[in-house]
């Protein structure tokens, strides 16, 4: 997110969670900020959010390792 080093930077407390995967099965995220030292307000909206999107365990398909050629080092 754009906004991400802003929070970073002020030390406001702040969270990106995934809510929607496009037809690719990649996460399209949403990017949450609290008050200062309210830390525990984006705890329960992940809490809930999860509730009714669960995120847990999903993951892209993985990517095809690319084929070596003889003599090429192995990729790892």
Known sequence: SAFT????ATGQPAMS?????T????PVGMHFAGRFGDEAT???LAGQL???RPWA???PAMVRRPETHAGDPAID
């Open 5 to 8: 080093m802003l929070y970073n």
């Open 17 to 21: 969670v995934p809510l929607h995967w």
């Open 23 to 26: 037809d690719a099965g990649l």
């Open 42 to 44: 984006l705890f329960r």
């Open 50 to 52: 999860e509730q009714e």
């Open 57 to 59: 365990g999903r993951a």
